[in-house]
């Protein structure tokens, strides 16, 4: 499923999570479901889905990108990356407070560092593939960013207390 829909599925489903617990929510809380939802819906399922690009069509998704088919043991490696962020998104619906920073940090340092790299080959190389330049390229940068600002306003809301219950499936 692309990005766009799952940030938008994430959107929705946090702001309907968040009308349904309106009486027990203040804005520490509501920031907090924001924050779940992105890290599970709009990091962690798109992060398993472009796994499954780079394992079930490689090729093709190198091809996209503007890079050379290549073999299959360097999409398997991007891969498992992909899926490791994935796994790690979708468990912040279960653990809080430190676990979303991990979270945040190792996806921020895979997705920032694959933005420099779409960069560096659209300058150095010139390649203006729509896998290279338009929305990987675009999310990369996005989903980090975002993370990360919700993050800050939940610390700052919450402090140095751990972030409360606010799970998908509450």
Known sequence: MPTLVLVI????GAFIHSRRRRHDAGPAT????????????A???SSIGGAGYHLFDGPAT?????YTRGDGGFQFENAMGDLAIGIAGIMCIWFRGYFWLATL???SVQYLGDAAGHFYYWIAEGNTKPGNIGPPLWFDII???VGWVLYALSRARNG???PQRTSVAA
């Open 160 to 162: 140095d207390a751990a």
């Open 105 to 107: 940090t190792v996806m």
């Open 143 to 145: 989903l980090p960013v």
């Open 43 to 45: 990091v962690g399922v």
């Open 62 to 66: 190198a091809e996209l990108i503007g």
């Open 9 to 12: 599925i994430a959107l929705i």
């Open 30 to 41: 509501t920031i907090d479901i924001f924050l779940v939802w992105w890290l599970a819906v």
